[in-house]
Structure formats: structure tokens, C-alpha cells
């Protein structure tokens, strides 16, 4: 089996790929929160994932792909305060929080086919995992790792000393409000919710019981639960986009081995980087501007002309979208499918192997 290296953003270096069982990998991919539809940007970081988990099993290894669906406990705020994106966005519509998760569920696996994203192996929601959430809090809790405040239990980021290896600033060069304003409730200002409790009013959608009161989960420990039951307490590698590495990222990986004890939680950490309209600006949502697969097929443009462009940059290296850069992929893509065809039609002349069209 041919050696594989992998930048790993943990070690910042690149590293052999080792896996834990030989010829087999488990992978997580941080999935959608599926209140709206994914974005070109969102998919930058879903098609790398894709690439990856292709080389590997072209050069031979087993992949078990674990990708979740956040439909619960994703605030609209870094700071553990605001409304759930997805009850906020069933208010809007006034439809329920599940008929919203339900829809941009679909419409985010329908969008991954048009793009010929692989469908990944286990794809669990978060509101189907509260009592695996609830387990790995009350571990956190008897080690010591966890206090309560008024709305909910929180992580001590002070109990965990390798607490922002995976970003330092995360513990000692965010400047307070940042991305996380400060919280006179919590002990440090980088702790973060494992448990909110509901509102007395409004009343949420969706909330459930708990040891410590009735509420809903933090969104950081949906991925560490999921990831755990699914591939184990360590597994391979973890991708997602480089936005998730100062805070998410960050704080799964601190919350999961003080649970487990056990260190590293995940071997392998690979992000992707950002689609930008300009340069250093990302594409978001919240920016009020962003383009979806669907978008281009009302342009009459060939989905697939985006995943190309995708693959003209590296993962790492932001990528400037436009719709000239768009239309030019779309041209090269067509006469790569006109060599293909015309290799399909004198076989002689072309490669030995038959290859399908793209």
C-alpha cells in the first residue's frame, strides 16, 4: 500500500497516515446545519472532503465516512447566546423545527448528488443522539471538568491544560469580543456550553430532560457524541472548514479526552479554506449574499463545471470565485468530456483502460 502524508492542521506538518487498524480509516466530517441551503462556500469544504475520501480508497484503504446533521443546539451566535438557527428559521416560515431540518436535509443531499459527492456511510442527526450527549456530559462532570451557571452546564477550559492546542489563540490571543463577547456567567471567557436550559418563554420546539434541567444541547458536543458512537473514542481524521478551528474544533477536542482520558481524540485534523467572492471576504450567509447549487442551474450552468473549479486550487489556499472563472471551468470540463468520448469511440487510440464520461 502506497505511504500516504496528510497536513495535519494539529502538528501543523505533514505527517505519514498511520491509521489506527491497518488498511482502515474512520472519518468525520462536520456536516450541515440544515436550516437553509448550503452554500458554494459550504461546499468547497464538502468536496475536498470528497477528494479525500476518494484518494484514499483508490490507494487502498477501507473508509468508514461518518458525516453529521446538525438539525438541534446551533446558536446564532459563538458566544452561547441567541436563538437556535433552526427554530429561528421555523418561526420565520411558521412551519415546525423538524419540517425546516427535514426539508434542508434533502435539499443539501440533493445538491451533494448534482456535485457527485459520495454519500457518506453513517449520516446521524443530532436530535436523534440527546441520550449519548447527556452520557459524555455526566463523564465530563465527574471529572471535574464541568460547573453550572443559570442557563446551563458549562466546560472549564481552566481544568484542561492542553486547552487551544489545536489554535493557540484560542485561549491566549482572542481578544474578548472577538467572535465571543464576554459572559460574566462563565469562569474564563473560552468556556463554552455543553447543556443550555430552555426559556421559560419563548417556548422551544425542541428541548428534552436532563440531570441538570430540561434544554437542549451545546452545539460543540453533537459531533464528539456522534463521531464516538459511530467510530470510536479516537479515530483518524476529522475535517471540516478553517473557521471551525478557533472554537468548534477547538472545544471537541478538549471536551471529548477530558471525557475519555484518552489522547488524541482524533489523529488527523484537515480544513478546508474559504470560497471568497474578493480578496478576505468568506462566503456566508450572514454576509446577506450567497450562491447555491441551485443557483447555477438557473444560470444553466452544469454543477459539476463548480466541483472542477474547486480542484484548481488547493484545499488549503483560498479560492476566488467568479462567474467568468465559473464559465471558463465549465469550457474545460466540456472538452475534457470531448477527449473522453473520443477515447470511448477509438479505443486504439487513446488509454488501454475504458474510462466513463465525467
Not at 21 to 33: E, Q
Request: charged share 25%; with cysteine; proline share 7%.
Amino acid at each position: 500500500m502506497q505511504e500516504i502524508f496528510l497536513y495535519n492542521t494539529l502538528t501543523h506538518r505533514k505527517e505519514a497516515l498511520a491509521p489506527l487498524r491497518p488498511a482502515h480509516i474512520g472519518l468525520y466530517t462536520c456536516g450541515p446545519t440544515v436550516y437553509n441551503y448550503a452554500h458554494i462556500g459550504n461546499f468547497r469544504t464538502f468536496v475536498f472532503e470528497d477528494f479525500l475520501r476518494r484518494a484514499l480508497e483508490f490507494f487502498g484503504f477501507s473508509v468508514t465516512h461518518v458525516m453529521n446533521i446538525t438539525d438541534v443546539g446551533h446558536l446564532v451566535s459563538d458566544a452561547d447566546e441567541g436563538e437556535d438557527k433552526v427554530e429561528l428559521e421555523a418561526s420565520r416560515q411558521s412551519k415546525s423545527a423538524r419540517e425546516i431540518a427535514q426539508f434542508y436535509t434533502r435539499a443539501f443531499f440533493e445538491d451533494a448528488e448534482a456535485l457527485a459527492l459520495c454519500r457518506p456511510h453513517q449520516v446521524p442527526r443530532a436530535t436523534d443522539h440527546i441520550p449519548e450527549m447527556l452520557a459524555l456530559i455526566r463523564r465530563m462532570e465527574q471529572g471535574g471538568y464541568t460547573y453550572r451557571t443559570e442557563d446551563g452546564v458549562y466546560f472549564d477550559t481552566s481544568r484542561f491544560p492542553r486547552y487551544g492546542a489545536l489554535h493557540p489563540t484560542s485561549l491566549s490571543g482572542q481578544r474578548p469580543g472577538a467572535r465571543v463577547e464576554p459572559d460574566p456567567k462563565k469562569k474564563n471567557p473560552q468556556d463554552f456550553a455543553l447543556w443550555k436550559f430552555s426559556p421559560k418563554s419563548p417556548k422551544r420546539q425542541m428541548e428534552w430532560d436532563s440531570p441538570w434541567g430540561r434544554g437542549f444541547p451545546g452545539w460543540h458536543i453533537e459531533c464528539s457524541a456522534m463521531s464516538m458512537k459511530y467510530l470510536g473514542e479516537s479515530f483518524d481524521i476529522h475535517c471540516g472548514g478553517a473557521d471551525h478551528t478557533p472554537i468548534h474544533h477547538t472545544n471537541e477536542i478538549a471536551q471529548s479526552e477530558a471525557a475519555t482520558g484518552r489522547s488524541p481524540f482524533v489523529r488527523f485534523w484537515l480544513h478546508g479554506e474559504f470560497l471568497v467572492f474578493g480578496p478576505k471576504m468568506k462566503m456566508a450567509k450572514s454576509a446577506g449574499e450567497f450562491i447555491t447549487v441551485r443557483t447555477l442551474r438557473e444560470k444553466d450552468l452544469d454543477p459539476l463545471s463548480l466541483r472542477y473549479l474547486y480542484a484548481t486550487a488547493h484545499y488549503r489556499t483560498p479560492l476566488e470565485f467568479s462567474w467568468d472563472s465559473l464559465e471558463a471551468a465549465q469550457k474545460a470540463l466540456q472538452t475534457l468530456r470531448g477527449h473522453l468520448q473520443s477515447w470511448m469511440e477509438e479505443p486504439q487510440a487513446g488509454p488501454q483502460r475504458r474510462v466513463e464520461p465525467a
